[in-house]
């Protein structure tokens, strides 16, 4: 936990570079009553950049979220500059130009000879490593990162990111300044994609791998990933909206990065749309069609069954607990009896599991129930309106269509994918918790940093690792390795502080 005071009021800070991110971090601190000066290159950028601010605070008082004097104050704590020399008086000068490591190592170089000794420099770079930025100055102690999200204004979480040679003090001043302006800091260390960027990767790998493999289409994914994950956008609609040219660029950097670790690899998928020109929302065309007239993709449902004759939930598990609670609320009638083998459900003669990373038809074989059908995992189960199942080829389809029928009776639309390892939500939760667990492992942040990010960055609707506390670390861990085990791959190899807390029969956030 931080102790450090934040930068005084009255300290002086400067943004370079006033694109979107960097006006965004200069209204955000004008806001917080500091004095901003506004660099850019570009001429008249920095002018332009100012009136776009005080625009924004002028509308802020319409809507009543400041008032007209607060406004007018913090429109005047604004100042465009147009040489470095006018940054000398700074305490923080904030980066937010080109994502390029020598322009941003010759930038701070030549601040160095020209601001004072205490003055601190903030990177917003969302992708390079601070220790590398920090390797071309005299005093590399004083950087650290100062990663804003997009909008800044609006996005809650800032990471605090230390290189090899920042200073504690200087990392802690920066944490307790952004509190200070009202925004959510997490520490972390100067690893590649920091916490988000890092974290946040298996959304995407593991949604362009069910794809690649025929699970379902993009809509029906999405959907799931909404309805029963309760994510706010679904993988596709997501890399459609940030830009496949951005986010393949990053994935490539991370995956680079990490010395081409089969855990980032990029997609053929996503290289292919890439290649094409096809960016998404911003030209008209990505995983969707955005141009006019295109008709607007349909999540695929199950059509309708009928209620099954006889309906049994097993257990008392959060799944089980759930289904006999919707089917009395829909005055279905079923018979509840314990569960041996981990089963919520039968329905004439169809056997319901959630997925444990097997595939189905796996599952049949291994326990010699053919009518085998998987569940995906849902957040809340009692709440979601789409749950996505796959059947073993072994099962007789009256039997499937009963297990649908079940579903249905319980109030879900029902997406019926290919019969792939892990279904959607389950396997990328697992994999989004894995990471989490191994960038703690590694000492990149803390457990509640992770969770924190993640929530506050990307707006996931937990934090991963208390997901995997939810879903529980063993079953976490048991998705993982029947993952590894279908796929041979070294890329579902499990984290060791999973490892870890099953073996201590412990919770991560214990």
């Known amino acids: 936990m931080t102790h450090a005071n934040p930068l005084a ?14 006006a965004g971090i200069a209204q955000v601190a004008a806001q917080a009553g500091h004095p901003v000066k506004l660099l850019d290159n570009r001429p008249g950028a920095a002018e332009k950049a100012v009136e776009g601010i005080r625009a924004q605070f002028a509308k802020m008082a319409e809507k009543g979220k400041l008032t007209v004097e607060a406004a007018a104050a913090a429109g005047a704590r604004l100042q465009p500059v147009s040489e470095l020399a006018e940054l000398a008086d700074c305490a923080l000068v904030v980066e937010a130009i080109v994502e390029n490591l020598e322009a941003k190592q010759k930038l701070y170089a030549d601040l160095e000879v020209i601001v004072g000794a205490d003055c601190i420099f903030g990177t917003n770079t969302s992708s390079i490593s601070v220790t590398a930025i920090g390797a071309a100055l005299k005093r590399p102690e004083r950087l650290a990162g100062l990663h804003f999200f997009n909008p800044a204004p609006l996005m809650a979480l800032v990471e605090i990111v230390s290189g090899l040679a920042t200073e504690r003090a200087v990392a802690e001043t920066l944490f307790a300044t952004a509190a200070a302006w009202g925004k959510t800091p997490v520490h972390a260390k100067s690893t590649p994609g920091f916490i988000v960027n890092r974290v946040a990767r298996p959304y995407y790998a593991e949604a362009l791998r069910l794809a690649q493999e025929g699970a379902a289409d993009y809509a029906t994914i999405d959907a799931c990933c909404r309805e029963a994950g309760g994510f706010r956008m679904g993988p596709f609609e997501l890399m459609d909206m940030i830009g496949h040219d951005v986010n393949f660029a ?10 081409n670790d089969q855990r980032f690899l990029p997609s053929l998928l996503q290289q292919e749309l890439v290649d094409a020109g096809f960016y998404g929302r911003k030209n008209g065309r990505g995983f969707y069609d955005y141009r006019e007239g295109a008709a607007k993709p349909v999540a695929a449902s199950e059509a309708a069954q009928p209620v099954p004759g006889k309906i049994t939930i097993c257990g008392t598990s959060t799944v089980a607990n759930a289904l006999a609670a919707r089917l009395a609320a829909a005055g279905v009638a079923y018979t509840q009896q314990v569960s041996a083998d981990g089963r919520v459900a039968e329905a004439d003669g169809a056997v319901l599991y959630v997925t444990d990373g097997r595939s189905a038809t796996r599952r049949a074989a291994e326990t010699g129930i053919g009518n085998c059908v998987l569940l995906d995992l849902a957040l809340d189960y009692a709440k979601s309106t789409r749950l996505a199942l796959a059947a073993a080829t072994q099962a007789e389809m ?3 269509n009963a297990a649908v029928g079940l579903l249905q009776a319980a109030g879900f639309q029902v997406s019926r994918f290919a019969d792939v390892p892990g279904l959607a939500v389950m396997r990328t939760v697992a994999m989004l918790a894995n990471e989490a667990a191994d960038a703690v492992n590694q000492g990149v942040c803390s457990a509640a940093g992770a969770d924190q990010a993640m929530r506050l960055g990307v707006n996931y609707p937990q934090g991963p690792l208390a997901w995997a506390d939810q879903i529980g670390v063993a079953a976490v861990r048991d998705v993982l390795a029947n993952l590894a085990d279908s796929y041979g791959e070294d890329r579902y190899r499990i984290s060791p502080l999973l490892h870890q807390a099953v073996f201590a029969g412990r919770k991560i956030h214990d």
Not at 10 to 21: I, N, R, S, W, Y
């Open 398 to 400: 009256a039997a499937v």
């Open 250 to 259: 990053v994935t490539n950097s991370v995956w680079r990065a990490f010395y």
């Open 9 to 22: 009021p009255e300290a002086v800070v400067a943004v370079v570079g006033t694109g979107a991110m960097g």
